[in-house]
């Protein structure tokens, strides 16, 4: 039986930034994505929160708190993928809010291009990629020892 893994990715206006995390080029699969408002069911029903921003981590904890242990920004969540270990994707996520204070990063969250020139979005593109690929290397190393399957993919909302 697969278990179904779910992301919730989380920025501004939700046309730049979260679209690019699914990144089809890393697997991901933009098919389907719509931005929508956040709400509190969308965070509740998130394995796992990446936002693109501080700004934004602390939006989703204001309108859930319970979400902490499973809410990172996206650059946050890159630094520690490396030395995470464990045996489904929910002890991942579960590693990482125990190392939390050992990301020591001189910058947080991925600028927003909005409006900005093409060479911007791509600059910014380039980031996330960088910050997907541990993530998405971590969960791929424990799905594939586990037999299991997570789905990385889901519509990101913000």
Do not use: W
């Amino acid at each position: 039986m697969t278990t179904r893994f779910s992301i919730l990715v989380v920025c501004t206006g939700n046309i730049c930034r979260s679209p690019l995390a699914e990144l089809r080029r890393l697997g991901g699969d933009p098919t389907g994505f719509r931005s929508s408002p956040l709400r509190a069911e969308h965070i509740c029903a998130a394995d796992l929160v990446l936002t693109a921003t501080r700004a934004h981590r602390s939006a989703v904890l204001a309108e859930e708190p319970s979400a902490l242990l499973r809410t990172f920004t996206l650059r946050e969540l890159a630094h520690l993928a490396p030395r995470l270990e464990g045996g489904v994707p929910t002890d991942l996520v579960a590693q990482a809010a125990k190392l939390r204070s050992a990301a020591e990063l001189d910058d947080y969250d991925v600028p927003d291009p909005y409006g900005a020139p093409t060479q911007r979005h791509q600059e910014v593109a380039d980031t996330i990629a960088a910050c997907v690929a541990p993530v998405a290397d971590a969960l791929l190393r424990v799905t594939s020892r586990s037999g299991g399957a997570a789905q990385t993919g889901a519509p990101a909302r913000g």
